[in-house]
C-alpha cells in the first residue's frame, strides 16, 4: 500500500510511513487498485476553468467600452462620474484577472469540492485520507499556482498531480470516489500513460511556452513603438466638434453671457484642461453674439499681443500661416518664469485657442507637437459666431 502523504510504498500492516513518518491507514481487503482523476479531465479542467472564469473579465471590458463610447457620442468626458467610472473598471478589471486564480477555485471548492468545470468532468478536490479540505489548505493549493510553469507539472510524471496538489496534500479525484475508495487510491498512478497521451503533453508544453515567448516579444515590440502615443487620450468632444490627443481627459469649464465694457455685446466660453504633471494644456472654443470677423490676421494679431501685454512677457514670437486650411498663428513667450505655446485660428466665426503652459525643463517637442498639430474640426461652424479680438479673450 502507499502512504497518503508521500506516497511511499509501504508494506502491508505498517503503522507509519517509513519515509515521511506519516500514519498509514489500513485498508480492508488490501484493494489499492483505484486512481486519481486522468489527465485528460485535469486538462479540461484547466481550460473550462479558465473560460469560466474570465467571464466576469469580458463583462467589466464590455462595461468599460461602452462606457467610453457613451462619453464620446456625448461630450462628457470630463464630468466627475465619467472621472470616476475610468478609474474604477479599469480597476474591477485587475481585480478579476486576479480573483480567477486563486479566489474562483477557492470559492467552489471550499463550498463544493469541485468548481464549474469539475462538475462537467465529475471530479472533485480531497485530501490525501478522502476529507473535505479546509479553507486554509484550499488557499495554499490555489496560490501555488502561481509558481512559474506550474501548469506543466503534471504533464511528464506518470500521475497527474500537479505542484499544487502535492505542495496542499490534495488529490482530484472522480466525485463518486467514497472516503474508502480515495484511501484506496494510489496517489503515484492514473494508471498507464499511453504513447499518445505523453506525445500529447509534449505538444501542449511547447505550444504553451511558444506562447509565453511569442506573447513577450510582441509586447516588448508594442512597449517600444509609439509608447507616448498609446498612452495618451483620443479626445472627441461632439459638442464643440473637435478632436485632439491629450495626456488624459480634461476637465471642463463653461461661461456664458459675459458682458463687454461699453458695448452690448457679450460673449462665452468653453475651456478644456488636461494637467500632465507641471505642463497643462488647453483649448479654447468662443462664441461671440452681435460680431462679424472682417480682417482675419487683425484679429489673429490683436489676440497675441494681447496675450502678452497682459501678462508682462518676454521674448514674444509669432507667425502667420494656415493649419488644415484655415487662418492661424502660431506664438510662444516667456511669462513669470513660465512658458506658453500654442496656436489660434479662425474656423468659420469660430475662434478656437491651443496653448501648452509649462515649466522649460519641462518642455517636451514631441508632446508639443503631438498634441497641437492632433486638432482636428469635426464639422463646419456656424457662421454666425463671431470673430476673435483682443478684449474679448478671458486672461
Not at 175 to 193: C, E, I, Q, W
Not at 265 to 291: C, M, N, P, R, W
Request: hydrophobic share 35%; with cysteine.
Amino acid at each position: 500500500m502507499f502512504c497518503k502523504k508521500c506516497g511511499n510504498n509501504v508494506s502491508a500492516g505498517t503503522k507509519y510511513c517509513g519515509k515521511c513518518g506519516e500514519r498509514v491507514a489500513d485498508i480492508p481487503n488490501g484493494d489499492y487498485s483505484k486512481y486519481v482523476a486522468s489527465r485528460s479531465k485535469r486538462f479540461t479542467n484547466y481550460v473550462l476553468d479558465h473560460i469560466f472564469g474570465i467571464i466576469p473579465v469580458f463583462v467589466f471590458v464590455t462595461i468599460w467600452g461602452l462606457v467610453g463610447f457613451i462619453n464620446s457620442v456625448t461630450g462628457s468626458e470630463g464630468n466627475i462620474a465619467s472621472e470616476i467610472t475610468s478609474r474604477i473598471i479599469p480597476f474591477l478589471i485587475g481585480l478579476s484577472v486576479l480573483g480567477v486564480f486563486p479566489f474562483y477555485h477557492v470559492f467552489f471548492e471550499y463550498f463544493w469540492q469541485k468548481t464549474p468545470a469539475k462538475w462537467v468532468t465529475k471530479t472533485k478536490v480531497v485530501k490525501l485520507d478522502g476529507s473535505k479540505p479546509g479553507f486554509w489548505r484550499l488557499m495554499g493549493r490555489n496560490f501555488a499556482r502561481w509558481i512559474p510553469f506550474e501548469a506543466l507539472s503534471f504533464l511528464f510524471t506518470t500521475y497527474p498531480r500537479g505542484w499544487h496538489d502535492r505542495v496542499s496534500g490534495t488529490m482530484v479525484v472522480p466525485d463518486n470516489y467514497t472516503t474508502h475508495d480515495v484511501l484506496a487510491t494510489n496517489p503515484r498512478s492514473s494508471g498507464k500513460l499511453s504513447k499518445t497521451s505523453f506525445v500529447l503533453s509534449v505538444i501542449l508544453a511547447i505550444l504553451y511556452v511558444l506562447g509565453l515567448l511569442t506573447g513577450g516579444i510582441i509586447n516588448s515590440a508594442n512597449n517600444n513603438s509609439e509608447v507616448s502615443k498609446d498612452s495618451w487620450v483620443n479626445y472627441v468632444s461632439t459638442e464643440d466638434s473637435f478632436t485632439v490627443l491629450l495626456p488624459k481627459y480634461p476637465t471642463i469649464e463653461k461661461k456664458q453671457d459675459i458682458p463687454i465694457e461699453d458695448s452690448d455685446v457679450t460673449y462665452g466660453y468653453h475651456e478644456y484642461q488636461a494637467v500632465d504633471g507641471k505642463t497643462s494644456y488647453f483649448i479654447f472654443k468662443y462664441a461671440y453674439s452681435g460680431l462679424n470677423i472682417q480682417d482675419e490676421d487683425k484679429a489673429l494679431n490683436l489676440l497675441v499681443n494681447g496675450m502678452v501685454n497682459a501678462t508682462d512677457a518676454e521674448n514674444p514670437i509669432s507667425s502667420f500661416g494656415y493649419y488644415k486650411g484655415y487662418r492661424s498663428i502660431d506664438f510662444s513667450f516667456t511669462a513669470k518664469g513660465e512658458m506658453i505655446k500654442g496656436r489660434a485660428m479662425v474656423v468659420g466665426q469660430t475662434p478656437y485657442l491651443l496653448m501648452m503652459d509649462y515649466y522649460p525643463e519641462n518642455y517636451k517637442e514631441e508632446n508639443y507637437n503631438k498634441f497641437i498639430d492632433s486638432f482636428v474640426i469635426n464639422s463646419s461652424q456656424s457662421n454666425n459666431e463671431s470673430p476673435l479680438l483682443l478684449r474679448l479673450l478671458p486672461l
